[in-house]
């Protein structure tokens, strides 16, 4: 899977605070190494996962030695199997020690998020239904977990409160209801920004299509009122089902016909992956 280079950027603020928490002033134990010593690193997956967070891995260690070398055999995007030797570093023993931690904590992050999502889009697959994330993520992470779920198949909705609308229950509470909440967020006159409305029932579903909204979510919705609100809807907005989804309920979702299926807890409620380091002297 190519990486995007508009990501570049962020892999470097993300690993500069990553090894600034880690590391602060010093690692005292890696000084206890002598300098200049070059070891070689292996990571080796402990469980079958997709892989994800290369970059920000390879980051951690270039920025503290430029001269270390990290050759790979798998990819952002790859299933990998338990035992399999996912690359080899060359770099000063002093490096290998002080970026390792921040470095495996990456890798397996994303590769956690990648996978779950992995997992989810093979559940509904052949239904026409797309995973998409939330702004579920986790402080200062959002376009890493957002990278890595693109990795596992799903896509991504919006990045932020900047791009993109979302009018929500208290937005129409607050504006007096679906149509006047459509006509505050078409005021903004923000033609480069999706709207999408939240709506909790069938009414209001039916109030939001005919004011011409194109996009829908459907919040907490039953089966039964998300297959009627396909029939209802006829094609005319993109539906995207949200609230509560499960991987064992998520395929009976995807077969009542929506478009989309928005998952929060691809990004907020992972397990990290368990990847070993180990260390070999040359």
Known sequence: MNFPLQLTAEVDRNVVAALAE????????????????IARGTVVSRENAVLCGIAWFDACFVRLDPEAKIGWTAQDGDTIREGQVLCEILAETRTL?????????????????ATKTRRYVDAIAGTGATIVDTRKTLPGLRLAQKYAVSCGGGAN??????????????????????????????????????????????AQLTEA??????????DNMDLAQMREAVRINSGRALLEASGGVRLETVRAIAETGVDRISVGSLTKDIRAIDLSLRHVER
């Open 22 to 37: 880690d590391i602060g002033g010093g690692d005292l134990t890696a000084q206890l190494m002598p300098a200049g010593h």
């Open 97 to 113: 020690l002080s970026a390792e931690r921040s470095a495996l904590n990456f890798l397996q992050l994303l590769s956690a998020t």
């Open 157 to 202: 909705h919006r990045l932020g409160l900047y791009d993109g609308i979302l009018i929500k229950e208290n937005h129409i509470i607050a504006a007096g209801g679906v149509t006047a909440a459509l006509a505050q967020a078409r005021g903004l006159g923000r033609s480069d920004v999706f709207i999408q409305i939240e709506v909790e029932n069938l």
């Open 209 to 218: 299509l005919d004011v011409g909204v194109k996009m829908i979510l459907l």
